[in-house]
Every structure is written in C-alpha cells, then in structure tokens.
T-cell receptor, first 113, second 116 residues
Framework: GESVGLHLPTLSVQEGDNSIINCAYS??????FIWYKQESGKGPQFIID?????DKRQGQRVTVLLNKTVKHLSLQIAATQPGDSAVYFC????????????FGSGTKLNVKP | DTGVSQDPRHKITKRGQNVTFRCDPI?????LYWYRQTLGQGPEFLTY????????KSRLLSNRFSAERPKGSFSTLEIQRTEQGDSAMYLC??????????????FGPGTRLTVT
C-alpha cells in the first residue's frame, strides 16, 4: 500500500504568523492528494485538494504546494488564527484503488495568542 | 456538524463481547467509508460501500469485523469477540460519486470504543 508521513508531529506558531505543514508520500505515481483538519472530538474535515498535474492550489487562507520530484506536499496557512489549532492530515488516493485513501499520522498545530 | 451522524459516540465493552456501531450518512451520498483511528495516528481505511455493495475491504480487517449497508442508506459495523487491540475511534465518512471534489468525504464525529 501507500505510505504517507508527516515531518513534524507538533508545530507551534504565533497568532498572525504563517504556518507550513509538510507531508511526504511514497508512490511517485500518486495522482491525488487531500489535506484534512481534525479538531478535538470531531471527525476530519476536508480543507483543500490537489491533483498531480498541478504544483499549487490556493483556497481561502490556505495554499497547497506539490513537489512531485521529491514526493512532498505542504499546506500553508496564512495569518494563523486560534481557530486553526487542530491536527492536520495529508491523505493520498490509492494508485491501484481509487476508492482508498491513505492518511499520514498528522501534525498538531498549536496557535499561541 | 457535517451531516453524518454516528451512534453511539462512546462504547465501553468487555473483551469478548460483540459491539455494533451505526452510521447515518448524508442522505444523497452513495459512497460510505469506515475508518479506524488510534491515538496519534491518521484514519486507517477499513471498508467502502457504493450504495449497498461493499466494494472494498482492507486486509487489516479480520473476520471478526463485518459491515453492512442493507438499503444503501445507513451502515453498521460489527465487531465480534472484541479484543483490547480493537480500542480505537471508528469513523464513518460519506461522499457523492461524480462530485467535483472526489476526495471530499464528510466525516462523522466517530464512535470511541474502549475494550477492557
């Protein structure tokens, strides 16, 4: 199966600063990637996705960057707010099975006021 | 609230007992997923339904686990002869095939199982 890893289990940032959460994946043929946010006591919530034919995709205060050469993607959150405090997961769609998604272990983002 | 509900939210059971969880997806969603999540880890795929058909089942899912979606609406996940290693959060998610965002699964709040 696929392998997905996040670089840092915990990230602490000051309110108002930008946050960058990184993720690495194993299969160079992977085509579709998603970032999820999980708040305490809740299920994961879709944030943004990107296909392998793109290098960058922007949403509201979030940007996902994909570097296929080194099999790395990142989530950038601009002007981080206390409400952004959560665990962030990257997920990769299975190459042989499009209905399966492989999640990394998550990065916990702590936003300091 | 995503529109996906799960019941119960918490379940404590003794080793060897059977447990059943229920998931009610968003009504128009034809795809339904079950995941297991342990502390500090991301969700781990267990099984997937399209309408009432179970199309995929993880090899990690032992034969003590069974899932159904009898009418293509709600789903149940049963664990027989529970073991302490089954303690985890069980998440259900639903999505609409053909939707613009194919990864946009809507997750329920999960059922936390504790096996003592």
């Amino acid at each position: 199966g696929e392998s997905v890893g996040l670089h840092l289990p915990t990230l602490s940032v000051q309110e108002g600063d930008n946050s960058i959460i990184n993720c690495a994946y194993s299969n160079s043929a992977s085509d579709y990637f998603i970032w999820y946010k999980q708040e305490s006591g809740k299920g994961p919530q879709f944030i943004i996705d990107i296909r392998s034919n793109m290098d960058k995709r922007q949403g509201q205060r979030v940007t996902v960057l994909l570097n296929k050469t080194v099999k790395h993607l990142s989530l950038q959150i601009a002007a981080t707010q206390p409400g952004d405090s959560a665990v962030y997961f990257c997920a990769v769609q299975g190459y042989h099975n499009f209905n399966k998604f492989y999640f990394g272990s998550g990065t916990k983002l702590n936003v300091k006021p | 609230d995503t529109g996906v509900s799960q019941d119960p939210r918490h379940k404590i059971t003794k080793r060897g007992q059977n447990v059943t969880f229920r998931c009610d997806p968003i009504s128009e969603h034809n795809r339904l997923y079950w995941y297991r999540q342990t502390l500090g880890q991301g969700p781990e795929f267990l099984t997937y339904f399209q309408n009432e058909a179970q199309l995929e089942k993880s090899r990690l899912l032992s034969n003590r686990f069974s899932a159904e979606r009898p009418k293509g609406s709600f789903s149940t996940l049963e664990i027989q002869r529970t073991e302490q290693g089954d303690s985890a959060m069980y998440l259900c998610a639903s999505s609409l095939s053909g939707g613009a965002l194919i990864g946009e699964q809507y997750f329920g709040p999960g059922t936390r199982l504790t096996v003592t």
